[in-house]
């Protein structure tokens, strides 16, 4: 099935918005080769054996529009040098350059180059190894990638719908491999959508897909599917579609994926064929008056918090907020009838914002000591007026807090030791 004139319409206004301008790919590119040759320069400087190149979107030509652009650049490294030299060597090629150490399964960098306010680059070492099949680490396997990318993804209108799944996806905040996040990786919307040969045809299918896996084995490493499903070890196939990478045939691509995002992201598919229009591919920010109106509608209140960690930015803070949100989510359920709750993190920097809309429960039964306990039933008894006794234990019914800002409050002095245990600093 063909996309409609309109919708047509609506992607060649997309991309006109996506894409970044000529003027700006200009300033990337100088910043770049200016950055390189430093590289190159310090690495012949200290005799160091690597090969530097350039991955990610930029390379592969499927590069959209942001107020920050992330490029990526591996510094291969020879067989040679211990692997657990590699980020040190890396450090030492980036003397003189004032880098953010990153720690991760290999420590990485990031530098921002003088003069360009809108680039960052993220310089990653990796082992130059013969083939995927001798990758230490997943980033080895980054050379493979964009090779594999550039060879066969080369047409304008594949690039072109790439760069529209990857401004839907991220629309809906399912973009990213990250623990935050537990989506679709860029290197995974690439390979889907050349898989399906379309952007409209891998929203159909992800909107169609029903309960069970997809599974997609482009270079048909695997005899058949049922090969696949037992040639994997079983934490790849946990995603709900296995993606075969096409460099390295025990890899699922998309094995950060989650059930819970990807239902997210089907419903936005769903929701888009329904109507087509240019807001599925805009981030859509939380309206505070929308939810005031929304609260309202609903005879309940709204409140918007924040919190702060001290743990590094991007993936290892946005995991730690999320995770703290969960528990803030349980702990006010037990008290207040949640009608919506969002969770926003940038993907950098170390504050999160929690929004709630909320209705107290009149009251909620709390279990207390067994009855043959007399010590503690006791007690129990002259705390509470209310109590009733089920199968051998006593319960009573406690008038909850109205107010959930002033829940929050006596809830932090409680538990302070416990958000200092997750790594939060700060919830107001």
Same mark, same amino acid.
């Given at each position: 099935?063909?996309?409609?004139?309109?919708?047509?319409?609506?992607?060649?206004?997309?991309?006109?918005?996506?894409?970044?301008?000529?003027?700006?790919?200009?300033?990337?590119?100088?910043?770049?080769?200016?950055?390189?040759?430093?590289?190159?320069?310090?690495?012949?400087?200290?005799?160091?054996?690597?090969?530097?190149?350039?991955?990610?979107?930029?390379?592969? /030509?499927?590069?959209?529009?942001?107020?920050?652009?992330?490029?990526?650049?591996?510094?291969?490294?020879?067989?040679?040098?211990?692997?657990?030299?590699?980020?040190?060597?890396?450090?030492?090629?980036?003397?003189?350059?004032?880098?953010?150490?990153?720690?991760?399964?290999?420590?990485?960098?990031?530098?921002?180059?003088?003069?360009?306010?809108?680039?960052?680059?993220?310089?990653?070492?990796?082992? /130059?190894?013969?083939?995927?099949?001798?990758?230490?680490?997943?980033?080895?396997?980054?050379?493979?990638?964009?090779?594999?990318?550039?060879?066969?993804?080369?047409?304008?209108?594949?690039?072109?719908?790439?760069?529209?799944?990857?401004?839907?996806?991220?629309?809906?905040?399912?973009?990213?491999?990250?623990?935050?996040?537990?989506?679709?990786?860029?290197?995974?919307?690439?390979?889907?959508?050349?898989?399906?040969?379309?952007?409209?045809?891998?929203?159909?299918?992800?909107?169609?897909?029903?309960?069970?896996?997809?599974?997609?084995?482009?270079?048909?490493?695997?005899?058949?599917?049922?090969?696949?499903?037992?040639?994997?070890?079983?934490?790849?196939?946990?995603?709900?579609?296995?993606?075969?990478?096409?460099?390295?045939?025990?890899?699922?691509?998309?094995?950060?994926?989650?059930?819970?995002?990807?239902?997210?992201?089907?419903?936005?598919?769903?929701?888009?064929?329904?109507?087509?229009?240019?807001?599925?591919?805009?981030?859509?920010?939380?309206?505070?008056?929308?939810?005031?109106?929304?609260?309202?509608?609903?005879?309940?209140?709204?409140?918007?918090?924040?919190?702060?960690?001290?743990?590094?930015?991007?993936?290892?803070?946005?995991?730690?907020?999320?995770?703290?949100?969960?528990?803030?989510?349980?702990?006010?359920?037990?008290?207040?009838?949640?009608?919506?709750?969002?969770?926003?993190?940038?993907?950098?920097?170390?504050?999160?914002?929690?929004?709630?809309?909320?209705?107290?429960?009149?009251?909620?039964?709390?279990?207390?000591?067994?009855?043959?306990?007399?010590?503690?039933?006791?007690?129990?008894?002259?705390?509470?007026?209310?109590?009733?006794?089920?199968?051998?234990?006593?319960?009573?019914?406690?008038?909850?807090?109205?107010?959930?800002?002033?829940?929050?409050?006596?809830?932090?002095? /409680?538990?302070?030791?416990?958000?200092?245990?997750?790594?939060?600093?700060?919830?107001?």
């Amino acid at each position: 099935m063909k996309a409609s004139a309109k919708t047509k319409d609506t992607f060649s206004e997309v991309l006109k918005r996506i894409k970044p301008s000529h003027e700006e790919l200009g300033e990337i590119s100088k910043s770049l080769n200016e950055f390189l040759a430093r590289l190159e320069h310090n690495k012949k400087k200290f005799k160091i054996d690597a090969q530097i190149f350039v991955g990610g979107s930029l390379a592969k /030509k499927t590069l959209i529009k942001k107020e920050d652009y992330d490029i990526d650049i591996f510094i291969r490294f020879s067989k040679k040098y211990p692997d657990k030299n590699l980020s040190n060597l890396t450090g030492k090629i980036l003397r003189g350059f004032k880098a953010d150490r990153i720690h991760g399964s290999r420590d990485y960098f990031k530098v921002r180059p003088q003069g360009n306010k809108k680039v960052f680059f993220e310089i990653v070492p990796v082992r /130059k190894v013969s083939g995927p099949k001798d990758a230490v680490n997943i980033t080895d396997l980054s050379y493979y990638h964009v090779r594999y990318v550039r060879k066969k993804i080369n047409g304008e209108k594949t690039l072109d719908d790439i760069m529209l799944a990857k401004a839907f996806c991220n629309a809906c905040k399912c973009y990213g491999a990250e623990s935050y996040i537990h989506g679709f990786s860029g290197y995974g919307l690439e390979l889907l959508v050349y898989n399906y040969k379309s952007f409209m045809n891998f929203v159909r299918a992800m909107a169609r897909a029903k309960e069970g896996k997809i599974v997609i084995d482009l270079e048909k490493h695997h005899k058949n599917k049922s090969h696949i499903l037992m040639d994997l070890n079983s934490a790849k196939l946990e995603a709900p579609i296995v993606l075969i990478d096409p460099t390295h045939k025990t890899r699922n691509v998309l094995a950060a994926l989650s059930e819970k995002t990807f239902r997210k992201f089907q419903k936005h598919c769903k929701d888009f064929l329904k109507n087509p229009s240019i807001r599925f591919f805009e981030i859509q920010k939380a309206d505070i008056k929308d939810w005031k109106r929304e609260a309202k509608k609903k005879r309940s209140e709204f409140f918007e918090f924040s919190s702060r960690t001290g743990r590094q930015s991007g993936d290892i803070a946005g995991s730690k907020l999320l995770k703290f949100y969960g528990l803030l989510k349980r702990e006010i359920e037990r008290f207040f009838e949640i009608k919506r709750a969002e969770f926003e993190y940038p993907g950098h920097g170390t504050s999160a914002k929690y929004l709630f809309i909320v209705k107290p429960k009149k009251e909620i039964l709390v279990s207390g000591p067994k009855t043959n306990n007399s010590k503690h039933a006791k007690r129990f008894r002259m705390k509470h007026k209310k109590v009733s006794v089920k199968r051998g234990r006593l319960y009573a019914k406690i008038k909850t807090e109205k107010n959930l800002k002033k829940f929050l409050t006596g809830w932090k002095k /409680k538990n302070g030791k416990v958000m200092k245990d997750m790594g939060i600093s700060y919830l107001g």
